[in-house]
């Protein structure tokens, strides 16, 4: 076999893997995929004779990428949405199942935004890939155990905001449509009976638009009702893998909204309304 074409070979094997790990630092698919196009180059102008273990090398290669993309991010405000991967309510496609495996809701992906980006990067390739601290260490440039001290950090952040969600995803779709029905039909008990009371709701409008946070069921609940003016059309779907809104306004995105089931109950409502970033999203496996 040509060399150039096992070597191509080798690397798809790997793109599935490397492509999770860079979507869950990175929090941006499109990203994900440069940085994973960018591992591949990398990889095509070294002499792979000398890789012992091609799979740790290009996570390595990923990651570095990643971190690099990170640090050089302006960050356009304090809550930041990341990039929410959608599918059809009926299920993920199967491209979309493996890469967020584990479980990557778009809560834990907003917590990840809260992080440095060493914390994201060491965190991620620890807990989540299984890498050694002496492996993470050269990537963050620190020493083994102060990679253990950023992953910890980042432990505790992600534990503390219980990003968690209900595992039945059939309560969570319960709970979705009912807020749903509320919602379009302007019922504020209705939305005040599925809210937890200390229920969080943030808002990413991007550059055009300050993001916002609000707190309570009350509060979250008239806010959901300002919109009842708007010919909006709330289509149910799953967002990152979890039962979550995309609400059209004359056939285009207007939002997308990730929700955190916890007790039976919204506990965290993420709105992305950043519109050019709305504009890039995939929405066809939603139909019409």
Not at 125 to 150: C, K, N, S, W, Y
Not at 178 to 200: C, M, S
Not at 203 to 209: C, S
Request: aromatic share 6%; charged share 25%; hydrophobic share 45%.
């Amino acid at each position: 076999m040509d060399e150039n074409k096992w070597l191509a070979e080798r690397f798809e094997e790997q793109r599935p893997r490397l492509r999770a790990a860079a979507y869950r630092m990175l929090g941006s698919l499109s990203e994900a995929e440069d940085a994973v196009q960018e591992a591949w180059f990398r990889l095509s102008r070294t002499d792979h004779g000398q890789v012992d273990d091609l799979g740790a090398w290009l996570t390595t290669v990923v990651a570095r990428i990643a971190l690099n993309m990170l640090r050089s991010r302006k960050r356009r405000s304090e809550t930041v949405v990341p990039e929410p991967i959608i599918d059809s309510p009926d299920g993920m496609s199967p491209e979309h199942g493996a890469l967020l495996a584990d479980t990557v809701g778009l809560a834990l992906l907003v917590v990840f935004e809260t992080l440095s980006p060493a914390e994201r990067v060491a965190f991620v390739l620890h807990d989540i890939f299984g890498m050694a601290f002496e492996e993470v260490a050269p990537i963050v440039g620190r020493t083994p155990e102060a990679a253990r001290q950023l992953a910890s950090r980042a432990r505790r952040r992600v534990q503390a905001r219980n990003a968690t969600p209900d595992a039945d995803i059939e309560v969570q779709r319960s709970v979705v449509d009912a807020f749903r029905a509320a919602a379009q039909g302007g019922d504020f008990q209705g939305l005040l009976a599925v809210l937890a009371p200390d229920v969080i709701l943030r808002v990413d409008g991007g550059a055009a638009a300050p993001s916002v946070e609000h707190q309570g069921a009350e509060r979250v609940a008239r806010g959901s009702l300002s919109f009842s003016h708007l010919p909006l059309v709330r289509r149910p779907a799953l967002i990152n893998g979890a039962p979550g809104l995309v609400c059209m306004l004359e056939g285009a995105v207007f939002a997308v909204m990730a929700f955190t089931i916890g007790g039976g109950k919204i506990v965290e409502i993420n709105i992305l309304r950043d519109q050019e970033r709305l504009s890039t999203l995939d929405v066809s496996a939603l139909g019409g």
